[in-house]
């Protein structure tokens, strides 16, 4: 039986140390599907805090209601942050971790080798740094927007 990470007890300093880390341009965008989460997992209930598919939700939020997942113990933000980098690539379901542009744009923060997209069973090619996720109106990456190299100014 796979042994997942427990909740632990943390202190305001820790926790306002970490968020204080965090961008406040972050945000993660869950694709909607359901994921193939383990029973039991935290990372998997703190990534299920992410309830509402395209619509981004502010990094720090996320690391907040994490840490608060359980009365009186909840998962450090680092481990919540990277949770979602791990599960960018993942299938069916994705999180992404974005930085929202002035113009209101999201794109990515880091390259993701395998995404996970709107095209059935995810893209052909990886989305490099930088590469738009949502558009402000609501458009989502294509396989265009996974182009070798391409980069968006924002």
Do not use: C, K, N
């Amino acid at each position: 039986m796979a042994r997942h990470r427990t909740a632990e007890a943390l202190s305001e300093l820790e926790v306002t140390r970490a968020i204080s880390r965090t961008p406040q341009d972050q945000f993660v965008i869950w694709t909607g599907d359901a994921a193939g989460s383990q029973g039991g997992s935290l990372r998997s209930r703190a990534l299920g805090l992410v309830d509402e598919a395209w619509r981004p939700m502010a990094l720090r939020a996320l690391l907040l209601r994490a840490v608060e997942i359980e009365p009186g113990a909840g998962l450090h933000p680092d481990v919540v942050r990277s949770a979602v980098r791990m599960h960018q690539s993942a299938r069916p379901s994705a999180y992404f971790l974005a930085r929202r542009t002035l113009g209101g744009d999201y794109l990515a923060v880091t390259d993701i080798p395998y995404p996970a997209g709107p095209a059935p069973g995810g893209l052909r090619r990886p989305l490099p740094a930088g590469a738009l996720l949502l558009g402000r109106y609501g458009q989502r990456f294509t396989d265009e927007d996974a182009a070798p190299m391409q980069r968006r100014a924002g």
